[in-house]
């Protein structure tokens, strides 16, 4: 197995024992080749859920851009209840899984068909 196979092992590890969901993992296989290099660099491969900066990162640059939704979904609650579900006091909160719930939320499983 690679790095790549490693880390989805450790995102569904992730969702099944700390967001209480089982994966689907074809999606997320998706959704973690979509994160691109950003998987392997330790500042990048995390979303910081307290920093207003990141949240806006999160929600231009993958939910309007990537998922085409539009501002006036509720982009925020969506954010934060991920976060929630993931719980707040995880300090690593990796970004594919933090996209992979927020892709099943809205739905949106078609774009990565």
Do not use: W
């Not at 209840?81 to 993931?86: G, L, N, Q």
Request: proline share 3%; aromatic share 8%; glycine share 8%.
């Amino acid at each position: 197995m690679g790095k790549r196979d490693d880390l989805i092992a450790q995102y569904a590890d992730d969702l099944k024992n700390k967001c209480g969901m089982t994966p689907d993992m074809d999606l997320l296989t998706k959704v973690t080749i979509g994160c691109g290099p950003s998987i392997y660099n330790a500042d990048a491969s995390t979303v910081a859920g307290s920093q207003p900066d990141e949240i806006e990162t999160v929600k231009n640059n993958f939910l309007i851009k990537k998922l085409g939704l539009s501002a006036s979904d509720d982009l925020d609650g969506a954010i934060n209840k991920a976060i929630e579900t993931y719980g707040k006091s995880e300090r690593n909160k990796y970004r594919a899984v933090v996209y992979y719930m927020l892709t099943k939320h809205f739905g949106k499983e078609s774009v990565y068909g």
